[in-house]
């Protein structure tokens, strides 16, 4: 018997919606801010692990679902989470089913933000988008789940003094 295995994405609209969100937010947020915002908008919720308040996408049913927000000096710098299940075992479907997501994500992002940058590398693909405000949206199909980022303005200057 054959066992069939189905996997969890958001749609493209969803997710070009969410980073729709967080680019029409007032940046600079702290990481309370965004996580109240967060969790206001999406529904989404905080745990909290040795004093630590961490943002969950329990919203999405996705096999991991945290949510990264990385700050300095009380702004935050970028949003990081996961818009597809993680697969487990890599098989032709998986890929297929990652990188046929994917393509439609593109496609989406590209008719809201124009031309995106396509990079590849170690068996990952990204497209991303510079904003007008600053900000940048990364959308990241690897060979095992698919990943959006939400880098703020503070984010990217950060980078671009660092070199990167």
């Not at 919606?17 to 206001?40: G, I, K, N, S």
């Not at 999406?42 to 692990?49: A, K, L, N, P």
């Amino acid at each position: 018997m054959t066992e069939i295995v189905t996997w969890k994405s958001m749609s493209p609209a969803e997710v070009c919606d969410l980073m729709d969100f967080w680019a029409a937010a007032a940046w600079p947020l702290t990481r309370d801010e965004v996580q109240r915002l967060a969790v206001e908008r999406y529904g989404w919720s905080i745990e909290v692990e040795d004093d630590v308040p961490y943002l969950m996408n329990t919203v999405s049913g996705f096999t991991i679902p945290d949510v990264s927000t990385i700050g300095s000096e009380g702004a935050l710098s970028y949003i990081s989470l996961r818009i597809s299940d993680v697969i487990r075992r890599i098989t032709p479907e998986s890929t297929e089913f990652l990188g046929d997501n994917f393509a439609l994500m593109v496609r989406e992002g590209t008719e809201r933000w124009g031309k995106q940058l396509m990079r590849a590398s170690a068996g990952s693909e990204s497209a991303s988008w510079c904003l007008s405000s600053g900000a940048r949206i990364s959308l990241n199909c690897h060979p095992k789940s698919l990943s959006a980022m939400f880098q703020t303005p503070q984010g990217v200057e950060l980078d671009r003094k660092s070199g990167n």
